[in-house]
């Protein structure tokens, strides 16, 4: 049952909120519970487990949330498309076992199992024999993604670090930067409703786009139906989140009528060795709507 046919109490949002982390289950490098006990230890009272296009650490994750006193969120980062651009939507209070979402996942899995194989394929090419078997061993049970090449290329002593190998074979317009058809943004806003869940654009300084392109992106997807919008990923200098927030008014002048664009945020946490990515090290500036106001008594 999603919490949001629940209310969260004064107490959930008195501490730290952190509602954007990965776990072992996708990208990250800690386990859900020893995630959920980073937190604890950061002061956090409100979190959100959003691995990349799966729940799986979701249930383990739950647990280790009871016994740290810790109220849970289920969610997920659900990869996406705007035009050609992709986009990260985080399904926040979402029901793990609806159809809708189940859907979503195993579309999804089939994507990054098919772009597994050709990253693998080209690195392959390149010399780096093994590849989709070691990036596969690291992932273990989780979600495979081109952070387990990387770590990969780094464990056969290919390359000295994980930022090697995203600057020469990973990352934008390299060989292993390979295309996918991912769902489109309005119909992954509509999975995440369909299983009960709160729409929030991830990360929207990180797509590099001009200001007038960001601005379209906002406005399409408020029109879409999205909720909120990370105001605040991971430290970033104030005059980034007031950027954000002057953005986020012109789209609600141009949309005068619906519902605004709410407010999220979350340190996009992966692992312990980044400080500017730490479980629960950011706030929502003074005077916006938070997106747990959705859920709030």
């Known amino acids: 049952m999603p919490l949001s046919q629940h209310l969260l109490t004064a107490e959930a949002v008195a501490g730290q909120v952190d509602l954007h982390c990965h776990s072992s289950a996708s ?46 969120l289920p969610g997920i980062e659900l990869t996406a498309r705007w035009g050609r651009q992709v986009v990260h939507i985080v399904g926040l209070n979402i029901d793990p076992a609806s159809a809708a979402m189940g859907v979503a996942i195993d579309t999804r899995d089939q994507l990054r199992d098919q772009r597994a194989r050709e990253i693998a394929a080209r690195l392959e090419k390149r010399g780096f024999v093994g ?31 994980e930022g090697k190998a995203f600057k020469r074979y990973l990352g934008s317009g390299k060989a292993g930067d390979v295309a996918v058809a991912w769902p ?20 929207p300084l990180k797509y590099g786009l001009t200001r007038m392109r960001l601005q379209s992106l906002l406005g399409e997807f408020h029109g879409a139906g999205g909720d909120a919008v990370e105001v605040v ?65």
């Open 27 to 72: 990208d990250g490098i800690l386990s859900p519970e020893a995630l959920v006990s980073r937190a604890k230890l950061a002061g956090v009272t409100l979190l959100a487990l959003t691995d990349h296009d799966t729940v799986a650490g979701f249930a383990a994750a739950q647990v280790a949330a009871g016994q740290e006193n810790i109220v849970l």
């Open 131 to 161: 590849a989709l078997e070691g990036a596969r061993r690291l992932a273990g049970a989780g979600v495979i993604g081109r952070p387990h090449f990387a770590r990969w290329l780094v464990e056969a002593g290919h390359l000295p670090d």
């Open 184 to 203: 489109d943004m309005a119909d992954t806003i509509g999975s995440i409703h369909a299983a009960g869940g709160a729409a929030v654009l991830a990360h």
């Open 233 to 297: 990923c991971g430290q970033q200098n104030p005059v980034q989140t007031r950027e954000i927030l002057a953005l986020l008014e012109r789209v609600g002048a141009v949309r005068e009528k619906g519902k605004p664009l709410l407010a999220s945020l979350g340190s996009d946490f992966h692992q312990p060795d980044q400080p500017w990515r730490e479980l629960g090290s950011v706030r929502l500036p003074e005077g916006v709507e938070p997106v747990w106001a959705l859920w709030r008594t």
